[in-house]
């Protein structure tokens, strides 16, 4: 799969006005702008996260959070309650609230607007005012009935709404003159739903990767399929003969998908119309699945079959044939039209001579509102306002307008990102208080970058000062495309925008093993074909419902015990990938690409000299990818390594380990200055992050020297496990209170075999940042599971390619994952998919809402629900003028940084200087007096207990009692 | 003042058997509980709901008092199996309550008495333990969810009435418990408030109901003429062509609500809920429960005929459209759905064949398997990625495709199903059409002024007492639509509301007053008050406005109440009884909210539900007594239907059935539409403020009198 290439929209891109030229170029031109607009995501199948509203990255993101909102209706913030509850709970201070002001240079304003009243007082009270989520039409009702002031807050309301507000601004927009749009707004009742309840079903069938019984034998476009479908429908047809009878004209005509968009969109000549924003409503009105076309039509590789034209316009034709046909039935019930067949054109003209819009009033807009309960908290009484000047009243609007939700929310988010900046660079700016012990360690364990995994970092070192840990990107530089046994197709196992190199090929290490894997494949196979076959086959229909009431107490049971469920899986798992591969270095055969012993050598020596392990190496390194196993979850790839393409990431980890065990290999990395000592055994393994098992894989391959090493690294990384699981379930509503490590660990694993659990785990729920650096300098500081730890050694690279490649690789990854969590949290409705509860899996592209709803884009409710949004922060440990080199050659990076999509902190590696990178990719130096010093605490455990919120960062020094004093 | 019994003057039947053995007392005692338990937990989150703000530390309170409900009924069964067991398995046929029954059998109501055989041992136990497996489920898989509370009242109300419906020995009484599982039905269809979609997909489902209802309210009817009696077991005797009809009204039932062809196209739209309720309602219970009807009056229908030919044709071609189907959807409920269809398609063919033991073993087993792959249908996405990962793909031969593509256009074609969604779509036109022209509907509201004139100059004929008063007093409900149409929106709702209420209230008071009226009179009242009542139904239906549905609904029930009157006028009373109150709720509420919002922003309300629950609760109540789901009105309606049948014959009693359900049908419209749902007005930023506890308490106490009123006569004799 390609790069994908986006063109960024800058608010001018987007069209404000334009003149009605109904040509179908001018129509091309306009879909392909609208387009621009729609969540660019991939099939289910192999989701990644990504940037929400990754089109508008090429504006500030303040500026494309706004523009979003006007075009998508989303909320781009926290809401203004969210904000003061962190305020309360101290996660904003007014400190940070302060210096967010300064960074966005609105300073306070200590001018009078009101007798002993600031606009600084003015702007506070906006900011903290309280108020319950209550409809517009309610106001004046609340404030005579719920509010203390009763009758004077309505009378001041009153006043509030005379200040010369500008007018303007309504909330009523004019609607967009297509048909369906008019139609809409005359009947009172949206055409959505029933659009969609004609439209999913052939688009779930067209689009479909393998979930329908059989698929379509079509490959053609989408338009004639459906078109022909509709015309065979027969009386069926939800709207009788007509709908049938013009399909079938325009199935006989042939007519174009793009002709038919110019038809059915009703212009004519005269008619003042905005064609870009026309089309724009028509796209966004299934962005789902509009952008599911638009996303296949440029990704031919990620269609269901490779030769199928899925196009947008084609979507877009369909949709527009059934809303015409419902304006149509509307207009002739409400007696707007008498005949039957009337042009789209006709349509139009005869409905807009009807549609009339509803007047906009200041009592329904939110500035005066926000600006009554500011005057209510400042206790300003009646009749004060309607005594001021009139300047003075115009200067109270202008600050309730300047200062509006947009600036407010900026500031609330900014100061949200400045405490948390400042937690962790004060903390880096501190000598950590535990150091690994010096010499050999016992253990060398390497991870994926990935947030979930800094606790359990974080408890491996814990348990044993000689045991280190190091974090690279989950795929290992290893871009491959996987093969294993019991598939017959490759999965590529590399981040997006990278393609796979080499193709490699699951082996069995055995006659013996081969037969047995053969066998449990075939068993698997067996049971699956007879699972799915009960669903929909004829046999299964049958066999199925004459012995399900046996089976029904199991099932009952596994309800009440889902840890019965566990048990029963490992019997039936066809444990294809737990032991006894090969994995050769490379395998003949059609289309399989060599991997060259100097390729492995580059790959293994370039990521060893990456996270900086070229010496000492411990007896035995473990290295792990990872994945999360869960019962009941179509998310299961946004849980996954996002690093491997939204797969589990172990095969990459297991063919490092192969790769770095060959002797050849370890020969040539000798001659590059990497010795890797003869009693070093390199490992893979799982980590299961959902479970929080950790699961060594091809022991068998293990030499018997390393064995007692195995079995204590075993129990080492169980024991981390454990301790992992504690720290997780603070997390958990449904957790034990008090856990220790035994009960934590078996409610975790419970968790992850329980189909009633929506929450499995937690995802990349509270990541804030990007450590890129060497471990000592965070080893021991509790960063809550809050950061993607790189390894980074900047002594040893000079050059700086080494930070520019680890730069350039985990960008799209962690930039990614950050974007697309805030943006479903802020609006779980629009920008995410909502609750996960409705969510009906379809046709391997996605899930929707019901039987006919809307494919849902980005993440659901339930994972994001805790997370508190805030943009990365990077911290980079190199010389600034590494980092510089490395942005400028990185324009992605920097054009992030520049938009502030995302903000990038740097340590100097031999002092404890510290840079922030401004918008304009200059260094300033960052002062941290007066701020608190970091807090310390004797473990992980007693700093979070009882404790289930975001904790400040602290040191966890083993040497401190539990009280947090230096232990005697 | 005597009340005849049930519709047939001079019917020698008069009291069902008493409790009398041990064995019938232990049953109705513990089936009473094991049926109570989950309708007392539903009625205490009802009240939990209605007091309280939900939240989240309520959960395991909440989820909690459902599993005890539900364990401990489950328990129950498990007792009454053993004991059923230890007595030799008798047929058991056991009372309600035991003085209920005996003041039933008086008035001439058909008992409610539960019957325990195989069949509803079995199926009462399964389905007892899948809602108690569901509600599980749900405890963990809802956490945090708006309307965790909601949910498992919902869920416990249907799950008590399904197993009333098992458990149910005669008709009658299972259309009660028929009518509570498809109102719950719909809830939980419509369980997202703030998405237009499932609202949209729950009128489907209460559209294709109501035409299930409505074979089932026609069938006790009809069993009710002809047998006096609407006990399962009695029918068995009746005459060929009797049983025939009866065969045939069932069937519709059956059809409506399992969803068989050709009204099967509402159950894939019904997976709009959370998982556990397809997975309870879709995959288990609700819609088995037509099936199940078929099992329980095989006596019926069994003998060979039209109805069981039309259920073999029937449930064959369910059985292969539905699996073709099931095979053509990509998505995992949806194909599900169509799967539960196919498979209840066999169950009814076998029952049709004459094999009911194994399609009552096949109808326990689909609704288990179903049930828990819809909790499992999330787990099929990763099962489709790992199948297509490790199996080949399939690829059906041509003639298998064609074959498919065939049957497809066999289950589409059904001219019923075409009728249908046609028919709902033609519901939206009328509504639509009644919104454009207002003034057919103030017309038509001039309609009372026919019948009750024919009625006065009879009634002068007959009795000769007509004062001036009495004819001012006819004559109110004329003023009351002058002043309607005349003013049109210049007069408040509230007075609108209340001048058809009190209008209405006069005229069928006066109505009462006198008896029958037979002849031509009789005619022309009885068709002029079904005229009412249809044009009140469908400006209900047109309503845009929640006081004009109001008013409409008045209209429509002052028109049955007349059409009724003409043979029996203690209806009237009951009516005014029923109606009163109810109104009075409404309009305070209705009054309540306008004070909140102000005027002319009904259709703002939407989503007001989730964080006004006592809003939702009255509005919801309000909106059950008006649709005529509860008990009280299903006597009215059956009490009417079989009126009507006894007098004019079938096909009257078919139009007014119609009315009827056309009648809920607006009701559900306007109260889905305008309470739930994405608003047409301006955007809301927020919900409108909740009720307070005064207000909720008086119009709950207001529905508690419209619900007991009319109960109070029959209580005095």
Known sequence: MGNIQVTPLTRDAIPRAGNCDPSPERVTEAVRHAAGLLVDQAPLETFVAQNTLQVLEGIPFHDAVRTAHELHGADGYLSEAEFQELFRSGEVTAADLHEARCRLAWPENPETVLPGITVQNLENALLFRQEPRIAPASRAWWLRHQHPAGAKAVDLWNEVIRLPWETGGSTVTMPVNTPGDLARHLAGFTLITSTRSLLVGYCSRYLDRGMAGHHEPETGRFWPYFLGHVAQAGIVAPFGPALRADALRRLEGRQSPIDAVVELLGLSDNQPTDLDEMLRAVVLRHPGWAGMFHRLERNPEERPRADTPVSLIDFIAAQLLIEFHLARDIALQLQIISRKDVTPAALVKALLEKVKLPEASPALRRDPWNLCLALLKLDVRTGELSSLPKAQRKTLVEVATNFGMWRRLALWLEALEANLRNQILKALAENPPVAATPGRPVLDVMTCLDDREESFRRALEHLDTRIRTWGAPGFYQLPVAYRDLSSPYPRILCPLGVSPAYTVREKPASERKAATLQRTASFSRVAQKAELSLRSKWMGALVGTLTAVAAFPLMVLGLFFPRWREVFQRVTHSGHDSAGLDLPESVDGAGVLAFPLQEQVNRVGGLLRTIGLTGQFAPLVVVLGHGSRTANNPHKSAYDCGACRGHEGHNNARLFATLANRPEVRKALTEQGIRIPEDTWFIGGRHDTCAGTVELLDLELVPPSQRDNLAQAQSTLKAASQKDAVERCRRFCSAPKKPDGRSAFRHVRERSVDPAQPRPELGHMTNAMAIVGRRSRTRGLFLDRRAFLVSYDPTLDNDGTVLANILRAITPIVVGINLQYYFSRVDPLRYGSGSKLPHNPVGLVGVMEGSCGDLRTGLPRQMVELHTPVRLLYVVEAPIDRVRAALASNPDLSRKLANQWCSMAVIDPSSTREWLIEPDLSATGVDLTGKPGTPRNSDSESWFRGRSGNLPLAWIDPSLDTRGAPAR | ?717
């Open chain 2, 1 to 717: 003042m005597d009340r005849p019994l049930i519709g047939y003057p001079g019917s020698t039947r008069t009291v069902t058997q008493l409790p009398g053995s041990d064995m019938e007392s232990t049953t109705r005692l513990i089936l009473d509980l094991a049926v109570g338990s989950p309708l007392l937990v539903a009625a205490t989150l009802g009240f939990y709901l209605a007091g309280f703000k939900s939240s989240e530390r309520r959960e395991r309170l909440v989820a909690g008092i459902s599993q005890l409900g539900l364990g401990f009924t489950c328990l129950l069964l498990v007792l009454q199996l053993s004991v059923w067991f230890a007595a030799g398995r008798p047929v058991i046929h056991a009372p309600l309550l035991a003085e209920a029954v005996r003041a039933d059998s008086e008035r001439g109501h058909p008992s409610a008495v539960w019957l325990y055989d195989p069949l509803s041992a079995a199926a009462s136990l399964l389905a007892s333990l899948m809602a108690l497996g569901t509600m599980r489920f749900a405890s963990t898989y809802l956490h945090r969810e708006p309307g965790f509370t909601r949910f498992f009242m919902v869920g416990n109300l249907f799950t008590g009435s399904m197993l009333g419906l098992m458990l149910s020995g005669n008709l009658a009484f299972s259309a009660w418990w028929w009518e509570i599982i498809g109102f719950t039905s719909v809830l939980l269809v419509g369980f997202y408030h703030a998405r237009p979609g499932p609202q949209a997909a729950a009128r489907t489902v209460f559209c294709y109901y109501r035409v299930a209802d409505s074979g089932l309210l026609l069938a006790v009817a009809w069993l009710m003429v002809h047998a006096e009696t609407a006990a399962f077991e009695d029918a068995a005797s009746l005459p060929w062509m009797t049983r025939q009809v009866l065969g045939l009204l069932l069937l519709v039932a059956a059809v409506g609500k399992s969803a068989q062809w050709p009204l099967m196209g509402w159950l894939p739209r019904a997976m709009e809920g959370p998982t556990p309720s397809s997975a309870l309602f879709y995959g288990g219970m609700s819609v088995h429960a037509g099936a199940y009807l078929i099992l329980r009056t095989k006596d019926i229908w069994l003998e060979s005929g039209p109805a069981r030919w039309a259920l073999a044709i029937s449930g064959a071609v369910t059985l292969l459209t539905g699996l073709a189907r099931a095979r053509s959807r990509a998505d995992a409920k949806g194909a599900l759905a169509n799967s539960t269809s196919a498979s209840l398609g066999l169950v009814i063919l076998l029952a049709a064949v004459g094999l009911t033991p194994l399609a009552g073993w096949m109808l326990l087993g689909n609704a288990a398997l179903r049930w828990y792959q819809m909790l499992r249908a999330p787990a099929q996405f990763q099962e489709y990625v790992r199948r297509k990962r490790e199996l080949a793909p399939e690829n059906p031969s041509p003639a298998m495709r064609r074959l498919d593509r065939s049957l497809e256009q066999l289950a589409s074609a059904g001219i019923l199903s075409g009728f249908l969604s046609r028919f709902q779509r033609a519901i939206e036109g009328a509504a639509l059409w009644f919104a454009a022209g207002g003034k057919i509907l103030a017309l038509s509201s001039l309609m009372p002024l026919v019948p009750v004139s024919a009625w006065l100059c009879h009634a002068g004929d007959i009795q000769n007492n007509v004062t001036p008063l009495a004819v001012v007093l006819v004559l109110t409900p004329c003023w009351f639509y002058l002043v309607y149409w005349l003013g049109g929106e210049q007069i408040s709702s509230t007075l609108k509301t209340g001048l058809a209420t009190f209008s209405s209230a006069i005229a069928l008071a006066c109505v009462s007053q006198v008896g029958p009226v037979e002849g031509l009179p009789g005619q022309i009242l009885m068709f002029g008050g079904l005229g009412i009542a249809l044009f009140g139904a469908m400006g209900a239906l047109g309503g845009r406005k929640l006081p004009d549905s109001l008013v409409a609904t008045i209209q429509a029930w002052t028109g049955v109440g007349l059409a009724a009157a003409a043979h029996r006028p203690q209806i009237g009373w009951e009516l005014v009884a029923t109606m009163l109150p109810v109104t009075l709720a409404a309009t305070l509420l209705m009054g309540t909210i306008k004070a909140r919002v102000g005027k002319g922003v009904w259709q703002g309300l939407a989503g007001a539900g989730i964080e006004a629950p006592r809003l939702e609760a009255g509005w919801l109540l309000v909106g059950a007594a008006f649709t005529g789901v509860p008990p009280w009105i299903i006597f009215h309606a059956s009490d009417w239907s079989v009126e009507v049948l006894m007098h004019h014959g079938f096909l009257l009693a078919i139009i007014q059935t119609v009315i009827l359900a056309v009648l809920t049908i607006g009701w559900t419209r306007t109260l889905l539409g305008t309470l739930w749902g994405e608003p047409s007005g301006p955007v809301q930023e927020g919900p409108m403020p909740d009720l307070n506890l005064f207000e909720w308490v008086s119009i709950l106490a207001f529905l508690v009198l419209g619900a007991t009123l009319p109960f109070a006569r029959w209580w005095q004799s």
